[in-house]
């Protein structure tokens, strides 16, 4: 067509005229098509359909006289007239279906077969029902002459196979497929007749399998045809899991092996997939350490060979392209590099155990190198979940994956680090031992960079989006006291505890942090420092200004509960607890009002009775002065719930008799750790320090200014009976020191287990073997000389050590008096639960 021309240069010369006219003809022979495409009212008469007449006589009317077009939508609206009358539908509607489907198109043949699974999925008639109408269907084009049409009533029979019964499927399938089957048929029938198969297996016992469905497989994997060769071959996955290991291996693995040779491609690369679909069914598991006694020595250097070839396989290739220029091709092909080394990376621990772990320095360790250094994050991933397997196969050649470690905890990918710390427990336990049990010597002091990689992974978690990531890395440096040593963990890792439970703004990373602290504080070494971070606990959480911070005191004080021993709770931290029933803001009191139940079970009538006295009048204020209503009703209930509470007692019950048993082994712990402090000081004046601990010690009070010492009003007392002057006995002192150099690794491992568990039963036999004879010897009085501080510049900020730690000992009367500044709020007020606001 010519472009017309402007208005303003219309040109009516006999030229353009003539060229106007042509426009107009090729525009009248597009316009034929559309004309002629128009129903004639002969045509329109014959489609049209008394609108008196019922969906059955519709349909029945449709399928006899109507257009193909008709038949085809009566069909798939048949599920529909099922449900509605399904008795008139097949005595009716469903022989005309028959008679149309003789001489149907591709379109209403893939329209039946649909709607008559539909029609099963519905369960709109009995399953003896369906068979006798509509299963003769089903069968009679299965081989039709279009292979989309003979797939489509296949799966159709297929879905019909998992709920017929043994006896129909045996008469009216598995009998008729024996001739099916056979050479003599048509290559279509004989494919569908490998997929039956495959299904029937799972419907049979194993014996009618080996009598009268394995002759069949044995024949049709024997096939001239490649195509039946291969499609019966992928069918052998679901032949095993119906016959069992045994006839596996006699039946089907020797036909496997035999296609695995076959001249076909096609016929190979199933096999191959079948076999390995396959490994799960056999005892060994793992392909190469199945192979591993089969091998030459020939063979088996090639396939290690391979497999190192695998795991860098496309990193060597330079394609030149920018990202952003690469051709569709090669994106495609690196994608598939990708995913060999990602599977490459998932099988590592399997390769190990396939050159035997002894020889992974010199066979291995530059392949698991380049996977852990791969530039991919699928695949650093992958290896980063194998770590701890690949850690707990290398035994004591643990030490050889140290700087892996480091990489993978400092990778730049956090889904990579949140893959490794699911065992960082375990690992670093490992690392720590280097895979011995019986070790007692940490080996992590040869691992100089464990804590800075630590410690970056922590604060890199912190400041991505991913705080589940966070949250679980806090829980997991729980396990810390037990690979590194007090010190270090109270100067490089308590501050920060500290730090994400005040500034961090997700709740279960803050109560994760508490936690671990709070397991920190369980196993610190020194009193002098857990005397520190209790006064802060109580100062910044406890009496602090904003009342979230208060709130999170309470779930401190519910995680001091169950992991320490009620009288640590008792002395340091119940009456700072109770204090916050005074608290200006709703939630706090609400919060500690559910905290009570907790708090009234640390107390032991009758040492504590000065402490129940407070408690009861703390709640009997409550009741008379809250103002707030829904505080007040949760009062009430917990009043309720006090009130039907049975006291523990100072001598053992029967009742309590389990708790009070675990209780006794955390106080008789945290009375060896005041031993094991004076009895290594005592042991640092008589032999000397070492030189390591000389420097240190040097090289902080170069650092200090002039000491501050702790005030003489905190007491301390530990109740127990009269205590024995160490330095009575050398024996009684060597056989404490013994005791207090094995702690961390015997009295920590024991009991870590049951810090993670919390409710769970203590075991007490490895804690008691430890410790027998301590119940009735020195408990260790201690003066107020034993808790000087350290120089005010080495203590942080925020640790002030000139504030007096309210506490209280069982056995006196003696209680702090409750202040009335510092923990309240100038603007009192009522906050949701759910608020986050910084200050009320």
């Not at 006999?14 to 090729?26: H, K, R």
């Not at 410690?455 to 589940?468: D, G, P």
Request: hydrophobic residues 35%.
């Amino acid at each position: 067509m010519h472009p017309p021309p402007p208005a303003a240069a219309m040109d009516f010369s006999q030229n353009c005229l003539f060229g106007y006219m042509e426009d107009l003809q090729e525009l009248t022979i597009i316009e034929r098509p559309v004309r002629r495409s128009l129903k004639t009212p002969e045509e329109i008469e014959r489609l049209t359909v008394d609108e008196d007449l019922s969906d059955i006589e519709r349909a029945v009317y449709l399928l006899s006289a109507g257009q193909d077009i008709q038949g085809t939508s009566v069909i798939a609206n048949l599920p529909f007239l099922m449900r509605q009358n399904p008795t008139e539908t097949l005595r009716r509607v469903l022989p005309k279906v028959r008679e149309a489907l003789h001489v149907a198109g591709v379109e209403m043949q893939l329209t039946a077969a649909v709607s008559f699974l539909t029609i099963l999925q519905d369960e709109s008639v009995s399953i003896h029902a369906y068979t006798h109408s509509f299963l003769q269907v089903i069968l009679l084009h299965l081989e039709h002459r279009d292979t989309g049409v003979s797939n489509a009533w296949l799966e159709t029979l297929l879905s019909v196979i998992e709920v017929l019964p043994k006896e129909t499927l045996r008469h009216e399938i598995l009998n008729p497929l024996v001739s099916k089957a056979q050479l003599s048929q048509t290559v279509q029938s004989r494919l569908v007749s490998c997929k039956i198969l495959g299904k029937l297996t799972n419907k049979f016992d194993a014996h009618t399998i080996k009598r009268e469905i394995l002759p069949l497989v044995k024949s049709l994997c024997q096939d001239v045809e490649y195509e039946v060769r291969s499609c019966m071959c992928r069918q052998l996955e679901n032949i095993a899991q119906g016959i069992g290991t045994e006839l596996t291996k006699s039946v089907v693995l020797p036909e496997l092996i035999e296609l695995s040779r076959d001249e076909g491609s096609s016929v190979r690369l199933a096999a191959f997939e079948t076999l390995v679909n396959l490994l799960d069914t056999f005892d060994t598991g793992k392909l190469c350490h199945g192979l591993y006694g089969i091998f030459t020595p020939d063979q088996h250097l090639r396939f290690l060979e391979f497999y190192k070839k695998l795991c860098t396989l496309g990193l060597q290739q330079e394609n030149g392209h920018s990202e952003n220029q690469i051709p569709p091709q090669i994106l495609e092909q690196e994608k598939k590099y990708i995913s060999v080394r990602k599977n490459c990376a998932y099988n590592f621990p399997a390769m190990i155990v396939f050159v035997d772990p002894k020889n992974f320095h010199l066979e291995l360790y530059s392949t698991f190198f380049c996977l852990c250094h791969d530039p991919e994050v699928p695949v650093r991933y992958t290896i980063a979940i194998c770590f701890y397997e690949v850690s707990k196969l290398l035994n004591s050649g643990v030490y050889l994956i140290h700087k892996e470690l480091i990489t993978l905890l400092q990778d730049e990918s956090l889904e990579v680090l949140d893959a490794l710390i699911d065992h960082l427990p375990e690992i670093l336990e490992l690392m720590s031992t280097g895979g011995e049990s019986s070790v007692q010597e940490n080996k992590l002091s040869s691992l100089p960079d464990l804590i800075p990689a630590l410690t970056a992974a922590e604060q890199r978690a912190a400041a991505s989006l991913k705080w589940r990531t966070h949250e679980k890395l806090l829980q997991k440096y729980a396990c810390l006291p037990h690979v590194i040593s007090s010190d270090q963990i109270y100067y490089r890792f308590l501050q920060r505890m500290f730090t994400i439970m005040m500034t961090n703004n997700v709740l279960p990373v803050q109560k994760a942090a508490s936690r671990t602290l709070c397991i920190f504080l369980r196993y610190n070494r020194k009193q002098e420092q857990r005397h520190e971070v209790i006064q802060k606990l109580i100062e910044q959480l406890g009496q602090g200004k904003s009342y979230w911070n208060r709130l999170r005191f309470l779930d401190t004080c519910e995680f001091i509960i169950e992991i320490f021993s009620k009288s640590f709770f008792c002395k340091y931290f119940f009456l700072p607890a109770i204090e916050l029933t005074r608290d200006p803001v709703a939630n706090v009191r609400m919060k500690l009002c559910y905290l009570l139940p907790k708090v009234k079970s640390t107390l032991k009538i009758p040492a504590d009775k000065h402490l129940l006295q407070q408690l009861e009048m703390c709640v009997r204020k409550l009741l008379c002065q809250e103002k707030d209503k829904d505080v007040l009703a949760i009062v009430k209930r917990t009043v309720l719930e006090l009130d039907r509470m049975e006291m523990s007692m100072d001598s053992f019950q029967k009742k309590f008799y389990e708790k009070d048993l675990l209780d006794q082994e955390k106080e008789r712990e945290e009375l060896l750790l005041l031993e094991m402090e004076q009895l290594e000081k005592e042991k640092q004046q008589n032999d000397g320090r070492p030189t390591t601990d000389k420097m240190f010690e040097k090289k902080r009070r170069d650092t200090k200014t002039p000491t501050q010492s702790l005030p003489k009003n905190i007491p301390i007392s530990v109740p127990g009976p009269p205590s024995v002057t160490p330095s009575t006995s050398k024996e009684i002192k060597k056989s404490k020191l013994i005791r207090s150099q094995s702690f961390n690794n015997q009295a920590f491992h024991a009991k870590y287990g049951n810090l993670e568990k919390c409710a769970s039963k203590s075991s007490t036999t490895g804690y008691t073997a430890s410790v027998s004879g301590l119940g009735k010897t020195s408990l260790l009085s201690l003066t107020d000389d034993s808790f000087r501080t350290r120089n005010a510049s080495s203590v942080p900020p925020s640790f002030s050590p000139n504030t007096t730690l309210p506490s209280t000992s069982r056995g006196t009367g003696n209680s702090l008096d409750p202040k009335s500044s510092g923990s309240k709020d100038t603007q009192p007020r009522k906050a949701t639960l759910k608020s986050r606001k910084s200050n009320p």
